[in-house]
């Protein structure tokens, strides 16, 4: 092992102890604002979702303190570490929170960044009364701990069928309820090592009510292991980098020159950047989507037109490899990893929207019917181009013997290089919280968070968003 390899954990904790608000640029912050708007929006879309509704029951029938808000209807108190768990579960229940991206040619996304530190920042900075500038700052480290670490791991993490939005998330969390804490970089160590112990989330789950619950376990695991840390629980000292630790144990190893002297360097947020969701399903699929609603409304193709669509694209989509583990979708989950069915969608409605990810929806004759003209397979040549491009090729056969090519954008809607505007933004905020909260309270939900660093207590912020 090289020398660098170790003291990971140390730079860790001193740069979480050390970072200051005024580290960050106004770039920064504004950033973290939108990925916050869209965190609690996003939760909120979620709490009526049946696993929100499982968990949030379970959490009820349990004794303890009732410190930290379930956001949405109620305005109910559960412990710290069952907010985190619940309110994180609501976050990716509908796959709609934001992704971290990658430009790294051996792997092609990151991990879900803001849902971890969201969830477990909120339910600690609450009971502690924090301010709006401390909610920011540890927001601020904890995402980049997660994107960093996930950028340092081996890419046989996700091969081997990791999901990183619980095994690198659950550290987003701890840092961030570490800094809320004002935990000691001694303490911080400990909850860092505590957090890989706790570390764990498989693919295998995609499409089912699980995935969302990795996330929701990140926040939850974050805090318990912060919260043990403050009092005195120790861990090893390297359980990141050290031999035996979580980089080798989960992956085989990892880069430390994207991590060692990396964090802040610059911050990931800023790049390589984050992508808000336009769609409520696996970021993978975006490009296509957009191509072939641009296909279907360029050339106003109707459903009965279609013979049938050929997708290519590259193995960082499809399974084995790629996130998408459905050839055909039989429920609204398996659709958010289904090429077929998010074809199928666009055909058949021109959208695909929360009301479009449905059980009713992905079981209806039509639905069905569509998705057995869709073929998506590998091409060599844009598997070629590395798993950090996210390409498809889209041929749409109509049975009157006409083919329509189209091809994804290399700045598909929502990524870094082509962001959902301040309009866009508050649109997706309204649809996602429109079940919840009336239009006046989304509004003053949307400026409070604009002006977040204001913001006396956050509690505030949550006593609006608890609906």
Partial sequence: ?????????????????????????PAITSLAKRCITDGVGVI???TEEPCVQIARDWVLSLEGKRESTLLGKGKTKVAAPFAALV???????????DTALSKSPDRALLVHPTMPPLAAGMAIAEPLRLSGRDFLTAFLVGFEIECKIAAAIHPDHWVRGFHSSKTCG???????????????????????????SMASGIMLNFGT??????????GEGGVIAAQLASRGFEAHPEAL?????FFHAFAGGFDPEEICGKLGKPFSIIEP?????????????????DAMLSLVVKNAIQPDDVDHVKVSTGSNVLAPKGPFLYKKAQTGLQGKFCVSFQMA???????????????????????????????????????????????????????????VKGKTSEHYRGGPQNPLGRIELEEKFNDATQMVLTPGQAKKIFATIESLEKLDSIGTLIEMAAG
């Fill in 241 to 245: 980098g050290g031999n035996k630790g």
């Fill in 170 to 196: 659950i550290f987003g969390a701890a840092v961030t309820t570490s800094k809320l804490m004002n935990l000691s970089s001694p303490q911080i160590k400990n909850a860092v090592g505590i957090a890989a």
């Fill in 1 to 25: 092992m090289e020398e660098k390899d170790l003291g990971i954990v140390e730079e860790v904790a001193k740069f979480v102890e050390g970072t200051k608000y005024e580290d960050f640029s």
């Fill in 345 to 403: 969608s666009m055909i058949l409605r021109r959208k695909a929207g929360p009301s479009e990810f449905t059980d009713e929806f992905a079981q209806s004759p039509a639905v069905q019917e569509m998705m057995d003209r869709v073929e998506a397979i590998v091409d060599p040549e844009i598997d070629a181009l590395g798993e950090d491009r996210i390409f498809s090729l889209i041929e749409v056969h109509l049975k009157n013997g006409r083919v």
């Fill in 273 to 289: 950047g984050v992508s808000i969701k336009p769609y409520p399903c696996g970021v993978v699929g975006h490009p296509a989507m």
């Fill in 44 to 46: 909120l879309a979620g």
């Fill in 87 to 97: 309110n994180g579960t609501a976050g990716h229940a509908l796959d709609w929170d």
């Fill in 209 to 218: 009510m699980a995935k969302p619950l990795h996330v929701g376990q990140a």
